[in-house]
């Protein structure tokens, strides 16, 4: 498949696996048909391996939304990216805000994340973005500048290839809020000149938005050709709704 379009479903802390595979089952039937869009689903650890049954010959992968940065040992409560792997996961997100915020993870942890994912032959997913308080200051360059170089650093260009970036300003995941259609592009537009130019990289990097992204404004980021898809957190747990926007990235 010829991809354009990513539609990633952020589950965060949601759904039981009765709940997965109540979703799942009225989903997967109606995921038949994408030609150019890879749908891509994070539930919680626990439900990576039942949904391997759902997603086997269909076109939806499965990621998850964490992981440890050693293969194994003695590091109580955590999975790794060769655990992942070995489940069925093909993505894994990494830099998520609530994980910054909430766990403590600093640019240096989220770096050796990454590297133990690529070389555990996973795609990673790493999220970016600004609080409310540094765009008033119009710092949100400067923010996600370097939060790109602390996350990549020591990575290399072959490496690169197995790595989206999503963009997610703080103050709209949750919230309602989005960015406008011409800030999110500018942010897609300056994330794929700092890969491209300052850290040399790629000069086709993947970018997505995400923060508050529903049926009725995916039209408005799908429809920028420097978005690449959409990070969706509260609505792709409804599957009526996750169908929509899948639907909307089929034909933008
Ligand atoms: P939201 O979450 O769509 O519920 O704002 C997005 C995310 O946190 O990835």
Same mark, same amino acid.
């Given at each position: 498949?010829? +991809?354009?379009k990513?539609? &990633?479903?952020?589950?965060?802390m949601n759904?039981?696996?009765?709940?997965t595979?109540?979703f799942m089952?009225?989903f997967?039937?109606r995921?038949e048909?994408l030609k150019s869009?890879?749908?891509?689903i994070?539930?919680s650890?626990?439900?990576?391996p039942?949904?391997?049954?759902?997603?086997?010959?269909k076109? &939806?992968?499965i990621?998850?939304?964490?992981?440890y940065?050693l293969?194994?040992g003695?590091?109580?409560?955590?999975?790794?990216a060769?655990?992942?792997?070995?489940?069925?996961?093909?993505?894994? +997100?990494?830099?998520?805000?609530?994980r910054?915020e909430y766990?403590?993870?600093?640019?240096?942890i989220?770096?050796?994340?990454i590297?133990?994912?690529?070389?555990?032959?996973?795609?990673? &997913?790493?999220?970016?973005?600004?609080?409310?308080?540094?765009?008033?200051?119009?710092q949100?360059?400067?923010?996600?500048?370097?939060?790109?170089k602390?996350?990549?650093s020591?990575?290399?260009?072959?490496?690169?290839?197995?790595?989206?970036?999503a963009?997610?300003? &703080?103050?709209?995941i949750?919230?309602?809020?989005?960015?406008?259609?011409?800030?999110?592009?500018?942010?897609?537009?300056?994330?794929k000149?700092?890969?491209?130019?300052?850290?040399?990289?790629?000069?086709?990097?993947?970018?997505l938005y995400?923060?508050?992204?529903?049926?009725?404004?995916?039209?408005?980021?799908?429809?920028?050709?420097?978005?690449?898809?959409?990070?969706i957190g509260g609505?792709?747990?409804?599957?009526e709704?996750?169908?929509?926007?899948?639907?909307i990235?089929?034909?933008?």
């Open positions: 498949m010829n +991809i354009k990513y539609v &990633i479903a952020n589950w965060k759904k039981t696996n009765s709940e595979v109540n089952e009225k997967s039937k995921i048909d869009t890879e749908v891509v994070c539930p650890f626990l439900a990576i039942l949904m391997n049954e759902f997603c086997k010959d076109k &939806i992968k990621g998850a939304q964490n992981c940065f293969d194994s003695a590091f109580t409560g955590e999975i790794s060769k655990m992942l792997k070995d489940s069925g996961a093909e993505y894994v +997100i990494l830099g998520h805000s609530e910054r766990f403590e993870e600093t640019g240096n989220i770096n050796k994340k590297k133990s994912v690529l070389n555990n032959n996973l795609k990673v &997913i790493l999220c970016v973005g600004e609080t409310q308080i540094q765009r008033e200051n119009k949100e360059y400067s923010v996600v500048k370097n939060q790109l602390d996350a990549l020591g990575i290399k260009p072959e490496d690169f290839e197995n790595i989206l970036i963009y997610e300003p &703080i103050w709209a949750g919230t309602g809020k989005v960015v406008t259609q011409f800030d999110a592009r500018e942010m897609a537009v300056q994330i000149e700092f890969i491209s130019l300052e850290l040399k990289l790629s000069k086709n990097c993947i970018v995400g923060g508050s992204v529903n049926a009725s404004n995916a039209k408005e980021f799908f429809g920028v050709k420097e978005i690449d898809g959409g990070l609505a792709a747990l409804k599957e709704e996750f169908m929509k926007i899948i639907q990235a089929e034909n933008s």
